[in-house]
Nanobody, 124 residues
Framework: EVQLQASGGGLVQTGGSLRLSCVASGFTFGDLSIGWFRQAPGGEREGIGCITSSDGTTDYADSVTGRFTTSRDNTKNTVYLQMNTLKPEDTAVYYC?????????????????WGQGTLVTVSS
């Protein structure tokens, strides 16, 4: 059974940091690209970043570039999203998603496998 487990969300003040983790099981992890998405209350799902399987290339949405960084530890089947300088507008449920697709998959339609989400709340 394939499974993605996102964790690490919580309540943080403006300017603070959080690190999210996404643990994958049941996959050939080294062949997976992992994407991060978020959905704010009443909003649409937004892609915020991804890390590829091939060479660990990363890509970020403009809204988080320079503040968020994603990395992977293939020995632990885990991808991380380090979020710094958090803003109230970063408040959302954050999801990790997985795909075996090639290239740099940035759209939600590229990802057939999804975790359950973890809530990040940034207070002003």
């Amino acid at each position: 059974e394939v499974q993605l487990q996102a964790s690490g969300g919580g309540l943080v003040q403006t300017g603070g940091s959080l690190r999210l983790s996404c643990v994958a099981s049941g996959f050939t992890f080294g062949d997976l690209s992992i994407g991060w998405f978020r959905q704010a209350p009443g909003g649409e799902r937004e892609g915020i970043g991804c890390i590829t399987s091939s060479d660990g290339t990363t890509d970020y949405a403009d809204s988080v570039t320079g503040r968020f960084t994603t990395s992977r530890d293939n020995t632990k089947n885990t991808v991380y999203l380090q979020m710094n300088t958090l803003k109230p507008e970063d408040t959302a449920v954050y999801y990790c998603a997985a795909t075996y697709a090639r290239g740099i998959p940035t759209s939600s339609i590229d990802y057939p496998y999804w975790g359950q989400g973890t809530l990040v709340t940034v207070s002003s």
